[in-house]
């Protein structure tokens, strides 16, 4: 099979998860909602396109692991909606050339929030689509992020990618052993890396203490929430040394 290879290198990376009140946290592997936005951002896609963004999340599987885990970082935020440019019938940030006015609810209120974060981390991501003939195929996806329809960020819009993200096609026999093969980015850390990956792949020979874990990690695109609970499988991988660059 073939697979794309993605290295998530940033000061801020955001990996989405269940929002639980004024807190956007963030999980500690790449998210399946979170390379769905990716991906559907590289093609133009837009948050109404709810059917193709649910068509795309509904194909991934993949594989990630963490080269470089970096440090949990908490934004406090507060904004007073109530504020003239804060009017969201008002237009006022712009996107590619087109006005835009803020979506969300009305409130003419203090509005607080925490955003959680990872910063100075680094992450390897191998992802593959099945069924791989459906529209868009992996060439397609590959071609988009080299030029991509929007700039392109990793999970918030304040979480600018450091290095490119797309790396390049793998050949493997499956999502897992493209990860293991992949050599290790730039500043990683000594040893095993932890790393996650879709159940029911052959581990044999490739993850050390793998075992089960928990979570949320899709959207519903059209209700625009984290919904759902699926079995991962967590352990660590040892991939070769880093590629001189």
């Known amino acids: 099979m073939r697979a794309l290879i993605?290295?998530?290198?940033?000061?801020?990376l955001s990996f989405g998860g269940p929002t639980v009140d004024q807190n956007g946290v963030t999980q500690r592997m790449p998210a399946t909602s979170m390379l769905t936005g990716l991906l559907g951002n590289a093609l133009g896609y837009s948050h109404g396109d709810a059917a193709a963004l649910q068509s795309?999340?509904?194909r991934i599987r993949f594989a990630a692991r963490s080269d470089r885990p970096g440090e949990p970082v908490v934004d406090y935020q507060i904004v007073d909606l109530g504020q003239p440019w804060m009017d969201g019938k008002a237009n006022g940030w712009t996107t590619r050339g087109r006005l835009a006015?803020?979506?969300g609810g009305s409130s003419?209120?203090?509005?607080?929030?925490?955003?959680?974060?990872?910063a100075d981390s680094v992450y390897t991501v191998a992802l593959t689509l099945d069924p791989p003939d459906d529209a868009p195929d992996l060439d397609r996806i590959a071609a988009a992020m080299l030029q991509p329809a929007r700039p392109l960020f990793i999970g918030r819009k304040t979480c600018l990618p450091a290095t490119p993200i797309f790396v390049r096609i793998a050949e493997a026999p499956s999502v897992l052993h493209a990860l293991a093969?992949?050599?290790?980015?730039r500043r990683t850390v000594a040893g095993p890396l932890a790393a996650w990956w879709d159940d029911g792949l052959d581990e044999s020979g490739l993850a050390v203490a793998p075992h089960s874990i928990a979570t949320t990690d899709e959207r519903d695109w059209q209700n625009q929430v984290h919904t759902g609970r699926r079995i991962l499988r967590e352990g660590r991988l040892d991939p070769p040394g880093a590629r001189d660059v």
């Open 108 to 118: 003419d209120k203090l509005h607080i929030r925490h955003r959680h974060y990872q």
């Open 101 to 103: 006015g803020r979506g």
């Open 6 to 12: 993605l290295r998530l290198e940033g000061p801020l």
């Open 56 to 58: 795309l999340q509904d």
């Open 181 to 185: 093969d992949e050599p290790r980015g």
